[in-house]
């Protein structure tokens, strides 16, 4: 049985957090896709996809610290924290008032690309399911940037910045 000992327990943390992290962007593309109802098969994909995120975050037995594992470097716990509560603010925004589409682009390409630099996992060359597991994370992550910036040219929208 793996020894609990601090390491482990913030692993254990931030594992959660970035599970709780899938869930929350999840949700609030859900209310986007409850707001822009014709473009609901576009919000829908991508809340499905971070569901999807979150599984796979279930489903690694990540917290090992022996063999392969071991070379997982997890991100800094406060990156995360600091993206929830961004999520935290999103949904607050939310429920005062209302978005144009437009601004829902914006908001889901500001939180995709602050999700991306929140996930940093150092990952060791590896084929192990777990650790592709990761990679498929942080490429899905990555892959929702470039949808988005698609979806916002298709609509007529100039990419912010």
């Known amino acids: 049985m793996e020894q609990i000992n601090p390491e482990y327990v913030a692993r254990q943390?931030?594992?959660?957090?970035?599970?709780?992290?899938?869930?929350?962007v999840s949700?609030?593309?859900?209310?986007?896709?409850?707001l822009f109802p014709s473009e609901s098969d576009?919000?829908?994909?991508?809340?499905?996809?971070?569901?999807?995120?979150?599984?796979?975050?279930l489903a690694a037995d990540m917290l090992q610290l022996t063999g392969e594992y071991a070379a997982v470097r997890f991100p800094p716990a406060a990156?995360?924290?600091r993206t929830l509560a961004f999520t935290e603010q999103i949904k607050d925004h939310l429920q005062k008032r209302t978005f144009s589409l437009n601004e829902a682009l914006d908001?889901?390409?500001?939180?995709?690309k602050t999700v991306?630099?929140?996930?940093?996992?150092?990952?060791?060359?590896?084929?192990?399911?777990?650790?592709?597991?990761?990679?498929?994370i942080i490429?899905?992550?990555?892959?929702?940037?470039?949808?988005?910036?698609?979806?916002?040219?298709?609509k007529g929208f100039s990419l912010p910045g």
Do not use: Q
Request: overall charge negative; glycine content about 2%.
């Open 13 to 24: 943390k931030t594992l959660l957090e970035c599970i709780d992290l899938e869930i929350a």
């Open 27 to 34: 949700l609030i593309y859900r209310e986007f896709s409850r």
């Open 42 to 57: 576009f919000w829908i994909e991508l809340a499905l996809e971070e569901e999807d995120h979150a599984r796979l975050y």
């Open 79 to 81: 990156f995360i924290t």
């Open 107 to 112: 908001i889901a390409l500001k939180l995709e």
């Open 116 to 136: 991306a630099e929140s996930i940093v996992f150092e990952l060791p060359e590896s084929s192990d399911p777990v650790i592709a597991n990761l990679r498929k």
């Open 139 to 154: 490429n899905g992550t990555e892959a929702h940037v470039d949808r988005i910036e698609r979806f916002r040219m298709e």
